[in-house]
């Protein structure tokens, strides 16, 4: 295997195994056949991090989605972690995101939860990989009440590689983390009314109720939204992780195709961002867009 390809057999060795019970780092060096040195280099070159900062990132960000989505108190969910004491897991994660584990559970804010992809996708999208199949892609009207948009926009991004390379990878676990959030954190087509001088028209961002109070991380803003339906473009489920960006470029292709008049629609794109969500192999790629009665 080359080294891309260990690295990325490491990170789904630690997705389907950092929850047993014997996990622990000598066991996905094992695993793969690798010491935690070499682990260690492979990863610094692909992922800019250490074997170790990244396994502590997954695990700590899933003990985060249990303080929110269990009952479990904090010394469980510490044990459930690999963590052998309260202490250390509130100083580890307290470390990463700047708040106790005790505070993020009443709080809920907004912390910057690691999504781990695997590190051979960011080549697979310069590549622009084609499908060789044609897929079934549905469209589903959602209507959204006045709402909120959180948004962090880039100031020369224009698709989601150059936004990724100017701001960083952690807005997608952020906006994830914020529990009142009506679907999953994508990236943004602004509308011109968001547009301000010195930024382009793209972002990411989550919308949430319009009753959202609570405080913004820095460097992102929050606006009104409308009632508006949105419509949901989405393709099939995938088997292979790596076809992912050729199912995003299905599901644009038949955003593109689609005759919105014949349907009663009319695009709406002054009201509201156009979402990329991205895509999953569970559930396909996903684009909504905002119209309304043509």
Known sequence: MSDLEIVVATQEYIKLHHKDV???IESACKAVGYSRRQLDRLFRKFLQITLYEYINAVVLSKSAEKLINTDNNVLDVALDSHFTSHEGYTRSFAKRFSVTPDEYRKSKIAIPLYISHPANHYHILKEGREMENTS???VTPVMRPKRKLIYLPSKSATRYLSYCEEVGCDWEGLQNSIPEK?????????????????????ASGVEVP?????PLPD?????????????YFQSDPYENPDDFGAYIGQVYKALENYNFERYGYKTANNIAPTFNFG???????????PVTKA
Do not use: H, Q, W
Not at 210 to 214: G, L, N
Not at 219 to 231: D, H
Not at 279 to 288: F, P, V, W
């Open 182 to 202: 009506f679907d999953t954190a994508a990236i943004l087509e602004l509308p011109d009314f968001l547009l301000e001088e010195g930024f382009s028209n793209i």
């Open 22 to 24: 014997d996990f622990c």
């Open 279 to 289: 895509a999953e192999t569970e559930i396909g790629a996903r684009i909504a867009v």
């Open 219 to 231: 460097g992102y803003k929050i606006a009104e939204l409308p009632e508006c339906t949105m419509l």
């Open 136 to 138: 079934i892609c549905t």
């Open 210 to 214: 319009f009753d959202y109070r609570k």
